[in-house]
């Protein structure tokens, strides 16, 4: 397969996911001129995502590549004059050129989703200045017959080392995605696999942008925070309360704020992507302990930001919805169908498979693990 044949194929495979970021990228233009905002680095402060992705990326590849060249050096009973040419070797099977386009075209096409998803978030409460919270609210009354979710976890679970639990579950989730989207791209071999997975997750921000634009909302923690004055102090109540000010400076001065706010509550995207991933790890057929694990962290999840006010009980509902939605139309636009039904399909020639003699490298991503 060569360069350009691979470039294209690897295009079309992350199309739905490019279009997205496009779309996405064309609203946040059009916003910031329309409305006078500023478009930021959404993550500028400490290291930028463009230079955090690749980094997160490059560790990922170092673990897929170093042990080989180890063992093979090893095994060689190679010296250090022989570790350039068994260094590549290796990446000549690992990484011909249509496993370099794959990664190349996933990663910027989901950053460039990424980005313009967090920018159109922040411009949300400009575009839409209605916030929904008080109806979300009364529909979580009727849901649980007049009681509040939040309410009836602290009396289930307390507020004390639960609080602490969940909001490291929280957090967790923050590392988990940009971590499992570096591992979809760099260690598995099954493309298909990757792509539906890169391309669900691009999609979830996709719908989340649109969402938040037509009901804008802040959560309960903001809308009613004496319902969660008994709380202890953790982690996430620092970032609660520095998301809270980064809104009011945005709000008051939003090019002089130098930041981006980041609060909307429905649907709930920590929900729907935990979703997107459960449904993956099924579809993709990864072991079953990875799934046990996934559904756990997804219950896990839904509790913590329920608990924590981060959402209502009805965003978690429509954070579901989108996440399944998301899998399968990313499903259906990465080739992975059997007629309208979603199903993994392996391609007939993976990257690896097309520039390695080694049977373990062309067939070692039989179970990929995007995630």
Not at 134 to 154: K, Y
Request: glycine share 8%; aromatic share 12%.
């Amino acid at each position: 397969m060569n360069t350009w044949l691979a470039f294209r194929r690897s295009a079309r495979m992350f199309a739905l996911a490019w279009g997205c970021g496009l779309v996405l990228a064309a609203v946040m233009v059009v916003m910031a001129v329309t409305l006078d905002l500023p478009i930021l680095d959404p993550d500028g402060v400490a290291m930028p995502a463009y230079l955090r992705m690749p980094l997160i990326v490059l560790a990922a590849l170092a673990v897929d590549v170093v042990p080989r060249i180890v063992h093979r050096a090893r095994v060689r009973r190679s010296g250090p004059t022989g570790l350039g040419p068994i260094t590549r070797e290796v990446m000549r099977e690992r990484w011909p050129a249509a496993q370099w386009w794959f990664a190349i075209n996933g990663v910027l096409a989901w950053y460039l989703t990424y980005a313009a998803f967090r920018n159109v978030k922040s411009m949300a409460p400009f575009a839409n200045t209605r916030e929904w919270d008080e109806s979300l609210s009364t529909v979580d009354q009727f849901l649980f017959a007049g009681h509040d979710p939040a309410g009836t976890l602290h009396a289930w679970f307390g507020t004390g080392l639960a609080a602490h639990l969940f909001s490291l579950v929280y957090i967790a989730w923050i590392v988990l995605v940009p971590v499992s989207i570096a591992v979809a791209l760099v260690w598995t071999r099954h493309t298909s696999a990757g792509a539906w997975y890169v391309t669900a997750i691009a999609v979830d921000w996709f719908l989340g942008a649109v969402v938040y634009l037509l009901v804008p909302t802040v959560g309960p923690i903001y809308s009613d925070p004496g319902q969660f004055a008994d709380l202890p102090h953790t982690y996430v109540t620092t970032l609660q309360d520095d998301m809270w000010a980064d809104r009011l400076a945005v709000m008051a001065d939003p090019w002089g704020a130098g930041t981006l706010q980041t609060i909307a509550a429905f649907a709930s995207l920590h929900v729907g992507i935990m979703v997107s991933i459960c449904l993956l790890v099924r579809l993709l057929g990864l072991p079953a302990w990875v799934d046990r694990a996934g559904w756990v962290f997804l219950a896990l999840t839904i509790l913590a930001t329920v608990y924590l006010g981060w959402h209502f009980a009805v965003d978690v509902l429509g954070g579901a919805a989108l996440g399944a939605f998301a899998v399968w139309v990313s499903g259906l636009a990465t080739g992975n169908r059997v007629g309208w039904r979603v199903r993994l399909v392996r391609p007939r020639e993976t990257p690896a498979a097309a520039g390695s003699t080694d049977p373990a490298g062309a067939s070692g991503g039989h179970h990929a693990p995007p995630g």
